[in-house]
């Protein structure tokens, strides 16, 4: 390594644009982020924000073309854009890992599990195809499989089994980087708990550093020590989880606050942000969320707000707040 | 898995029934009367009546019929009306000679279309795809009989490369005829090799197996290919049938002494128990290869293999 940082990860100022038949996405509009060694950071946003883009990004997996890569991330204090093909190979899957959304579609159907298991065991580590099975079999064991299972194929397990094994094929490197894009999502809630329960045992078991993508705040609140969240490719607010639950301060984290039922006042409406996630192509001039925003000055509508501190570690980007 | 063989092979006997007896009513409907061609212009009407009446061309055509699914039944395919062997000798003397040059077109066949479509696919939008594409697109749209031509004018009669006719038991006699008919079918594989391969290597699990450092080339070859090769093994079986029935086209162009050059003089002379014995041949050969496409099909995905029951 190239010097010794406290960061597991850094993310300096990433764009993240598509250029698709004369358009240009903006994919990603200057994320930073630091992760700091065995904590968790959740990312928040709907659908659209750039939270798998920005998980992609650091596995350098956005394919280009179309997608254009601009700023700095740091992985353990190496910056990857400068590392060769073949060594962002022995970081994916190794040093920092991804467990994908879908885990209906995220296993390859012609193999079997413990193949699959086995097969990033192998790309890594110097061991012989009969210990990489043996292993493969401890990691099913692992996630509570049997590992007798391991011999089927991914159409024979259900969704939350799949996820299973989607997770033990991410963390049987014990990589130091686990980003888990919206991990339960694709499952029924009974399972969604289950599922959060072991991530976090296997955090805590191998001191992973995590990027939780999310856009459940209950998963957050459950999870993550600090809480980035996300609009339009840009982090509007930033701050440990007493910050953004407690002290919450951007008027788009307030309105996704508003948009959860309140479970001590169930005849309470929920109160839905208005409008839609301005069009990626075509971001507005000023704060991205102005158009949507219940407060929006004419500052807001012209000047894109950097983000500024207010206390602590809690950083916001609104003009409504003042540095301090 | 023997017991979907077995049924499939029982569910060959009512398709080759039907073949034979659709064939023996087009050539009965068919203009022209055996006995004359076989006596010859000059036979008397009373001739020609005798053997009508000797080869029971005289009886219902659907009495005719029976006797020929009777006798096909003990193995007899009875004789060429024209050279008076059985057509069994007949066509199994010419039908190593099909299965060479059928085996040898699959194989440049699939030799070239599997690199060419996955090499397109991988290289999407560049001057190698493009090319690929345009070269499958001439093999597509360029009749067999055309190209065996221009085969031979070129490296036969003009650059003396190999002989202007096939000749059995030699390579060199066997390249012209065998990439005449490889030309087409591996046109239609490389366009299907290249659009599945296109489906797959967006899906989710090759950027699971990126993500995991798989090496690229790893990844297209052991997640990719194999996902990519249902629909494309599909093509390759039908064509492999196809190259068999293709080759009464290119036989006859390379004077290759194989059944479909057979099958095309006993159509021009009414020969229909050779006509006969030649469809039956092409329809189990082409049953036979559609069965060991789905066989292939278990070995490819497992999805399939769990309903092979």
């Known amino acids: 390594m190239s010097e010794q940082t406290n960061y597991a990860l850094e993310i300096e100022n990433l764009f993240v644009e598509y250029h698709v038949d004369k358009e240009v996405v903006h994919a990603l509009n200057g994320i930073s982020l630091k992760l700091k060694k065995g904590e968790t950071v959740g990312l928040v946003g709907e659908t659209g924000a750039g939270k798998t883009t920005t998980g992609l990004s650091i596995l350098r997996l956005i394919p280009s073309p179309p997608g254009v890569v601009r700023g700095k991330i740091l992985v353990k204090g190496e910056d990857i854009s400068t590392l060769s093909e073949k060594q962002m190979e022995t970081i994916r899957g190794n040093v920092v890992s991804m467990i994908f959304q879908d885990p209906m579609t995220s296993l390859n159907p012609t193999k079997t599990v413990n193949d699959q298991i086995a097969e990033v065991i192998r790309l890594h580590e110097k061991i012989g195809k009969k210990e990489a099975a043996v292993k493969a079999g401890d990691m099913l064991e692992m996630v509570g499989i049997p590992r007798d299972r391991g011999g089927e194929y991914p159409h024979q397990f259900s969704g939350g089994m799949k996820q299973r094994v989607v997770i033990a094929m991410a963390l049987a490197c014990s990589p130091e980087i686990l980003i888990a894009d919206e991990p339960t999502t694709a499952l029924d809630v009974t399972i969604q708990a289950q599922v959060l329960d072991m991530i976090r045992e296997l955090k805590k078991k191998y001191d992973m550093s995590m990027i939780m993508i999310t856009h459940d705040l209950g998963i957050v609140a459950e999870i993550c020590d600090t809480v980035a969240i996300v609009y339009a490719g840009s982090i509007v607010e930033y701050g440990t989880l007493e910050d953004i639950f407690n002290r919450t301060a951007h008027p788009y984290t307030v309105g996704l606050f508003g948009s959860l039922p309140n479970m001590d006042d169930r005849t309470q409406r929920l109160k839905p942000i208005q409008g839609l996630m301005p069009d990626p192509t075509n971001l507005p001039e000023g704060c991205p969320f102005s158009p949507r925003c219940p407060q929006a000055t004419e500052e807001c509508r012209t000047r894109k707000p950097a983000l500024r501190n207010i206390g602590g570690e809690h950083v916001v980007a609104c003009h409504l707040f003042k540095e301090g | ?309």
């Not at chain 2, 008919?181 to 299907?192: E, G, T």
Request: charged share 15%; hydrophobic share 50%.
């Open chain 2, 1 to 309: 898995m023997l017991k979907y063989i077995a049924k499939r092979l029982l569910a060959m006997i009512p398709v080759i029934l039907g073949v034979t007896l659709i064939v023996y009513l087009i050539m009965s409907l068919a203009p022209g009367d055996p006995a004359r061609t076989i006596l010859g212009e000059l036979a008397t009407e009373e001739q020609v009546n005798e053997l009508r009446e000797e080869m029971g061309l005289n009886d219902p055509i659907i009495v005719q019929y029976f006797r020929y699914i009777w006798n096909l039944l003990h193995g007899d395919l009875g004789r060429s009306y024209q050279s008076r062997i059985d057509v069994s000798t007949e066509i199994f003397s010419r039908f190593p000679n099909t299965i060479k040059l059928a085996l040898a077109a699959s194989l440049f066949s699939v030799i070239l279309a599997l690199p060419l479509g996955i090499i397109a696919a991988v290289k999407q939008n560049t001057f190698f795809d493009s090319f690929s594409m345009f070269v499958a697109i001439i093999g597509i749209s360029c009749p067999t009989f055309w190209f065996g031509l221009i085969l031979i004018l070129v490296f036969a009669v003009n650059l003396k490369w190999f002989p202007v006719s096939g000749q059995v038991d030699n390579f060199r006699g066997m390249v012209l005829p065998a990439l005449t008919l490889a030309f087409n079918s591996m046109a239609a594989m490389a366009r299907v090799t290249r659009s599945s391969m296109l489906e797959v290597i967006r899906q989710d699990y090759i950027r699971t197996a990126r993500a995991k450092g798989v090496s690229q080339r790893n990844v297209i070859l052991q997640h990719a290919v194999p996902n990519a090769m249902i629909p494309t093994v599909t093509v390759i079986g039908l064509r492999i049938g196809g190259l068999l029935a293709g080759a009464v086209i290119c036989e006859t162009v390379f004077s290759w002494p194989g059944i479909g050059r057979l099958l095309v003089q006993s159509i021009q002379s009414r020969n229909t128990p050779v006509v006969l014995g030649c469809i039956i041949i092409f329809s189990i050969c082409f049953s036979l290869v559609n069965l060991i496409v789905d066989i292939l099909y278990a070995f490819i995905d497992p999805r399939i293999k769990s309903q092979y029951q």
